[in-house]
């Protein structure tokens, strides 16, 4: 690849990088990697799925199950989850629109 080509696409991406929706993506995927809240609630999440595909076919399997939904509702209805997936929406959108235009 020659320089000025790169150069081309370092700025391009540069400029991508600055578009507001993926700028305050990229801060709320941090903000959500660093929430003790958020962390805890997904070691939870995990564990009780791990609890719950264990328990199959057992008298604890509905009851594992009701927990792990719980928590997988407390989880996706968490603000900034919420947020997450709205802007994801859009960086996806802003990433296909991209695609098509590189075709």
């Not at 020659?2 to 709320?28: G, T």
């Not at 609630?41 to 199950?65: I, P, V």
């Not at 960086?91 to 629109?97: A, G, I, P």
């Amino acid at each position: 690849m020659d320089s000025e080509l790169k150069n081309k696409i370092d700025s391009f991406i540069d400029e991508f990088l600055k578009e507001p929706s993926i700028k305050q993506f990229l801060l709320l995927k941090k903000q959500i990697e660093e929430d003790d809240e958020i962390i805890s609630l997904r070691e939870r999440l995990k564990k009780s799925q791990k609890e719950m595909a264990l328990s199959l076919g057992t008298n604890l399997y509905e009851s594992n199950k009701d927990k792990y939904n719980e928590l997988k509702m407390e989880y996706d209805n968490h603000p900034l989850i919420v947020n997450y997936y709205v802007l994801k929406d859009e960086v996806d959108y802003l990433l296909n629109e991209l695609k098509d235009k590189l075709k």
